[in-house]
Every structure is written in structure tokens, then in C-alpha cells.
């Protein structure tokens, strides 16, 4: 099985930042894409940031400039910095990615994270 943990959600005033983390552990063979979602109260999940095993980035328009995804493929980590947040960047962050869990399956599964809650107060 694989694991992943989301650390370094909080409150935090408008225009302040936050960094988020999320670590995967467990059955990895090969990480592809991982990403970050949130989920605001009342509202549908959305994808936020997404950065493939290359190192491409890909952002929703309303966090363009202000949000950047990165990762460190060595300790299978991936990185939200939030900057510039906006009480509507209110929500739970959830990361995830997609997992090939051995050399003998070819196919990638995607796993999630438990999330952890963003609060920006205006």
C-alpha cells in the first residue's frame, strides 16, 4: 500500500504564506504526477497545482502567480508554497499522486492524502 501525509496547514492572515508538504511512502515503484486539490465548505473539489516526474507545472488561473508546486523526487515529497493567500484560498489541501507500486505493473494508480485544513482570515 501506499501512503501519503500532508503536514503544514494553519491559519494565517490575508496576505500571509504557508508551505505545504506532502510525503509518499510505502509500495513505490515510480511516482508520476503529483498534485495538490482543496475542498472549500459547500464546494466542490478542485486541482490546484499539478507537477509531473519531469518537472512540469500546470496551476488553476485563481492561484497563478501566487502558488508554486515543486517536488524532490529523492524523498518522494511534494511542496505547495502559498503566497499572497486570499481568504478564499480557505479550504482543505489534499495531495495526491499516481503510483506505479512495482517493476511487474505497468499501470499507475492514484492515491490520496487525508488532507489538512488552510484557514486565511481576512
Known amino acids: 500500500q501506499v501512503q501519503l501525509v500532508e503536514s503544514g496547514g494553519g491559519l494565517v492572515q490575508a496576505g500571509g504564506s504557508l508551505r505545504l508538504s506532502c510525503v509518499a511512502s510505502?509500495?513505490?515503484?515510480?511516482?508520476?504526477?503529483m498534485g495538490w486539490h482543496r475542498q472549500a465548505p459547500g464546494k466542490q473539489r478542485e486541482l490546484v497545482a499539478v507537477?509531473?516526474?519531469?518537472?512540469?507545472?500546470n496551476y488553476v488561473d485563481s492561484v497563478k502567480g501566487r502558488f508554486t508546486i515543486s517536488r524532490d523526487n529523492a524523498k518522494n515529497t511534494v511542496y505547495l508554497q502559498m503566497n499572497s493567500l486570499k481568504p478564499e484560498d480557505t479550504a482543505v489541501y489534499y495531495c495526491?499522486?499516481?503510483?506505479?507500486?512495482?517493476?511487474?505493473?505497468?499501470?499507475?494508480?492514484?492515491?490520496w492524502g487525508q488532507g489538512t485544513q488552510v484557514t486565511v482570515s481576512s
Open positions: 510505502g509500495s513505490i515503484f515510480r511516482l508520476n504526477a
Open positions: 507537477v509531473t516526474n519531469t518537472g512540469n507545472t
Open positions: 495526491n499522486a499516481d503510483v506505479r507500486t512495482s517493476y511487474s505493473s505497468i499501470y499507475y494508480s492514484t492515491y
